[in-house]
């Protein structure tokens, strides 16, 4: 007798990320109550399920939700505030100034609410965030039903979050107590950078990530001014000095990881740390080329993030893919280092690996949430496709995604999204704080 479930999901092409290169033809998804309950050729699941409602995509590739391993959300409202500058020359010149005089709860809200709409409608289903006021960054991605991880910042100076780093835990973590249980809004301990942190603070942030088992959230190595400074003050490596405190583990993710040499990459395997590989916004500011091919042949979970769109400028990881895989070919002068299926790994299954999420989200698998993304490659520049995972990476862009689910909810239907927010509304947010900014 059949079984009956919510939805069914009939694809031309379903990319299901594990096992790892495969590309199915012709099968479907089940889901049930949010979770995936099989996965099976097109005709058996006809004679083995009835659904409340069905889905056909014939001219499209099902994959995962994709996984935005680091973004600073309500950045969206400075994108374009300052570009063109080094890394140091942005954040104390435009950045660290704008926030002084605007950083508020309603900022952080409206800008996560604009970039939790940019980021669905581009197929980004979980974002690791760090940012401040976390409790108002989770209301907005809740309100926009999407998985997020919410950083409590850690940051040695004021701002007009928190006065001192006992601040910063003591907000965040209240924050965190609000929200605990929620299903799809989790917590991490961020603290900024090795160069905005003392030991005593990275020390607590990696003994609070244990107590409440919880991943570590770190902007490291992203400029050679890092790597010098580091020396001429702590006589280390900013990476040496995170291991020596206790801070390197396997919930630890590091962001950039731009400037690495041998002893730097022994670490993060030795420590099975997970790494934010952020492509665009390390050739935005100049940061350098990640080794990101040595890291993976090392066997380290490397993801993809956007950054904040004040520093990318979008939070696309279509675009993220196909600068990973470009930069990885021509940094190494080998064209096979990260392959297409490799790049969709990175912005998915290899993002919740780094998150300790990989029992329940980044690939499509029986018993994970039904978290996915439907892109259509039915118009004339996707065509011809003689393989599905190359055109997602090298093709296709995030204007192709037609479908988004988050826990088997729809999010985005035929291109259109589903949100409390129109477009209209977010837009007129945008204005709203542009008109602020400018003051």
């Known amino acids: 007798m059949p ?100 950083l508020s709860p309603t900022f952080v809200r409206d800008g996560t609410l604009v970039a939790a709409a940019e980021m669905l ?84 942030a990696t003994s609070l990530a244990a107590e409440l088992d919880c991943p570590i959230h770190i902007h490291v190595h992203e400029t050679a001014l890092e790597i010098a400074d580091s020396l001429a003050q702590h006589g280390t490596r900013p990476l040496t000095r995170l291991a020596r405190l206790g801070v390197l583990g396997s919930s630890t993710i590091g962001v950039h990881a731009v400037h690495l040499d041998a002893s730097d990459i022994d670490l993060l395997e030795r ?73 969709l790994r990175m912005a998915t299954l290899d993002g919740a690996r780094a998150l300790g999420m990989a029992d329940s989200i980044g690939s499509i698998e029986a018993g994970k949430r039904a978290d996915l993304c439907a892109v259509a490659l039915d118009r004339l520049e996707t065509q011809p496709c003689f393989d599905a995972a190359s055109h997602l990476v090298y093709v296709a862009g995030r204007e192709h995604v037609s479908h988004v689910w988050v826990d088997g909810e729809l999010r985005v239907d035929d291109h259109k999204m589903l949100l409390r927010n129109n477009n209209s509304e977010l837009i007129g947010l945008c204005a709203l704080w542009q008109t602020r900014l400018q003051c």
């Not at 056909?56 to 996984?67: F, K, N, S």
């Not at 006065?163 to 907000?171: G, L």
């Not at 196909?322 to 790049?343: C, E, F, G, N, Y």
């Open 271 to 343: 420590y099975n740390c997970g790494i934010a590989h952020c492509p665009s916004s390390n050739m935005k500011l100049g940061s350098g080329i990640a080794p990101i091919a040595r890291l993976i042949t090392s066997g380290i979970p490397v993801g993809l993030g956007t950054d904040g769109a004040a520093s990318n400028n979008r939070l696309d990881l279509f675009q993220e893919m196909r600068q990973a895989a470009l930069l990885a070919k021509v940094s190494t002068l080998d064209p096979t280092a990260v392959p297409a299926h490799a790049a």
């Open 3 to 102: 079984r009956h479930v919510d939805l069914l999901i009939n694809a031309r092409w379903i990319i299901p990320i594990q096992p790892s290169g495969a590309v199915l033809e012709h099968h479907a998804v089940a889901i049930t109550d949010g979770a995936i309950v099989a996965l099976l050729p097109q005709e058996q699941a006809r004679a083995q399920f009835v659904a409340t409602s069905m889905r056909d995509l014939p001219e499209h590739v099902l994959i995962p939700g994709l996984i935005n391993l680091h973004a600073h959300s309500a950045m969206s409202l400075m994108r374009g505030i300052a570009d063109d500058l080094p890394l140091m020359r942005w954040l104390q010149e435009a950045i660290w100034p704008t926030e002084g005089k605007h």
């Open 121 to 204: 409608a581009g197929g980004i289903t979980t974002c690791n965030e760090m940012y401040f006021y976390p409790g108002d960054a989770a209301a907005a991605f809740d309100q926009a039903g999407m998985r997020a991880i919410l950083g409590i910042p850690v940051i040695e100076f004021p701002t007009p979050y928190a006065s001192s780093a006992n601040e910063y835990f003591q907000k965040g973590l209240a924050a965190r107590d609000h929200w605990l249980g929620h299903r799809r809004i989790y917590f991490s301990i961020a603290p900024h950078a090795p160069y905005t942190v003392s030991d005593e603070s990275l020390e607590r």
